[in-house]
C-alpha cells in the first residue's frame, strides 16, 4: 500500500508539473455592461496574443495562461479586479480599459508588484502620477488627442458654434477638458460647456438646448453609447450639427445604435493598425475566426507582445527585470516598433481624424 501511495503522489505531481510551468498573465475590463464592446476587444487582443506565443514556444520556455477580469469600468469593481489577479498569481496585466478603472487598479498593481500595460487608458494621470515604475501603456494621451482635437475644430469649423460635453467619467472630462483648452488656446470661445450622466437613453433636453442655442458642432468627452443616443436625437431633432468625439467611438456599436445619422461623426484615434503592412498576417487571422480586429484588439495585442519580449530579454517574469527591459527596450509589436518613455508613455505617432461612413469608420479625405 505505501509503494502505491508513493507511485500516486509521484504520478499527482507528474500531471501538475505543466501547471507549475505556466505563467499567469490576465487582461481586464469592462467584460459586462454598456461598454463590453471594449472588454470583447481587449479578450479577443489577448487571448490571440497568448494563443500566438505559446505556439512559438512560449516565453523563456514556459506557456502563457489567460487571467480576464470584468471591473465594467466601474473603478471600485477595478480595484476588487486588481486584488483578485494579485492572489491568483498574475504577473502581468494588459489593462485596464476605462482610466477611471486604470488609475485605482495601478496603486493595486504596483504595491503587489505586477507591470501593468494599459491598451486603452487615456487620461494623461494615468501616467503622470503613476504609483510604480511597473505602469505603461501603448496608447496616446488626452492632452495629446486634445491638442489635435481642438486645432482641428478653429481651423475647420471657425464659423460654426462649437459646444462641449462630457460624462463626468476621468476619461471623458478629461478629453473634453483637454481638447476645450486647446481650442480656445487656438482662439476659439466655446458657445456651451456641459456635464451629462452615463447610462441615459433619454437626451431630449440637452439637445433641445443645443438647437435653441444653434450649436453647429458638438465635441463630446465620453463613450460610442451615449454619443450615439446624442446624434440620432439631433437628427430627430432636424438638427445638421456635426458630432466630434475621440477615440471610444471606435467600434461598430456606434454605428448600430446611430443608423444613418452617424454619417459624418467625427473622431480622433491613433493611426490604424489594421493598415499596417506587417500586421496583415495577423489581421487576417483574426477575421477568419468571425473577429473585426477594430479599435483596441491589436492595442491589446501589442500590450502583451512588448511584455513578452522583454520578459525575454530580462530572462525572467520578475517585476524589476522586466520594468529594466520595458524602460530599455524597443519592441516590435502590431503597432509597429515601439519604446516606452520615461513616464510609461509610448513613444507612437499620435492622433489623426476618422470620419463615419456607410457603416464604418476611415481616415478623414481632406
Known amino acids: 500500500m505505501k509503494k502505491a501511495l508513493l507511485a500516486g503522489v509521484a504520478l499527482s505531481f507528474a500531471f501538475s508539473t505543466p501547471a507549475l510551468a505556466e505563467i499567469l498573465i490576465g487582461t481586464a475590463g469592462p467584460m459586462t455592461g454598456q461598454y463590453a464592446a471594449f472588454g470583447e476587444q481587449m479578450k479577443a487582443g489577448a487571448e490571440q496574443a497568448v494563443e500566438d506565443i505559446n505556439a512559438a514556444g512560449g516565453v523563456n520556455g514556459e506557456m502563457l495562461k489567460l487571467f480576464v477580469g470584468d471591473d465594467a469600468c466601474d473603478p471600485k469593481q477595478a480595484v476588487a479586479v486588481a486584488n483578485q489577479a494579485a492572489g491568483e498569481g498574475v ?3 494588459a489593462g485596464h480599459f476605462c482610466s477611471g478603472s486604470s488609475i485605482p487598479a ?13 491598451p486603452a487608458s487615456t487620461n494623461p494621470t494615468f501616467t503622470d502620477e503613476r504609483p510604480g515604475d511597473g505602469v505603461f501603456r501603448v496608447c496616446g494621451r488626452d492632452d495629446q488627442q486634445g491638442d489635435v482635437a481642438g486645432a482641428f475644430l478653429v481651423e475647420n469649423f471657425g464659423d460654426k458654434k462649437v459646444a462641449f460635453v462630457h460624462d463626468k467619467t476621468a476619461y471623458g472630462k478629461g478629453l473634453a477638458d483637454a481638447t476645450m483648452a486647446a481650442y480656445e488656446a487656438a482662439g476659439g470661445k ?7 450622466t452615463a447610462g441615459e437613453k433619454d437626451y431630449t433636453a440637452l439637445v433641445s438646448k443645443l438647437k435653441a442655442e444653434g450649436v453647429g458642432v458638438l465635441y463630446v468627452g465620453g ?8 446624434m440620432r436625437q439631433m437628427k430627430e431633432q432636424g438638427m445638421d450639427t ?22 459624418g461623426t467625427l473622431m480622433t484615434f491613433s493611426p490604424d493598425p489594421r493598415k499596417n503592412p506587417d500586421a496583415a498576417p495577423l489581421v487576417e487571422k483574426f ?19 512588448a511584455w513578452a519580449e522583454a520578459a525575454t530579454t530580462a530572462g525572467s517574469t520578475d517585476f524589476d527585470p522586466i520594468v529594466t527591459a520595458l524602460n530599455d527596450g524597443k519592441f516590435n509589436t502590431v503597432l509597429g516598433e515601439l519604446e516606452f518613455d ?4 509610448v513613444t507612437l505617432p499620435g492622433y489623426v481624424f476618422y470620419e463615419w461612413k456607410d457603416g464604418s469608420y476611415d481616415y ?3
Not at 495601478?106 to 494599459?118: F, H, L
Not at 456635426?242 to 454619417?263: F, K
Open 190 to 196: 466655446p458657445a456651451l460647456y456641459e456635464a451629462y
Open 342 to 345: 520615461d513616464k510609461g508613455d
Open 106 to 118: 495601478s496603486s493595486v498593481y504596483a504595491e503587489e508588484g505586477i507591470v501593468q500595460i494599459s
Open 287 to 305: 477575421r477568419a475566426k468571425g473577429v473585426e480586429p477594430e479599435g483596441y484588439v491589436l492595442y491589446t495585442y501589442a500590450a502583451v507582445q
Open 223 to 230: 463613450y460610442h453609447t451615449e454619443a450615439g443616443l446624442m
Open 91 to 93: 504577473v502581468f496585466m
Open 364 to 366: 478623414l479625405e481632406q
Open 242 to 263: 456635426v458630432l466630434v468625439s475621440g477615440d471610444a467611438l471606435v467600434t461598430d456599436e456606434y454605428w448600430a445604435i446611430t443608423g444613418d445619422a452617424g454619417e
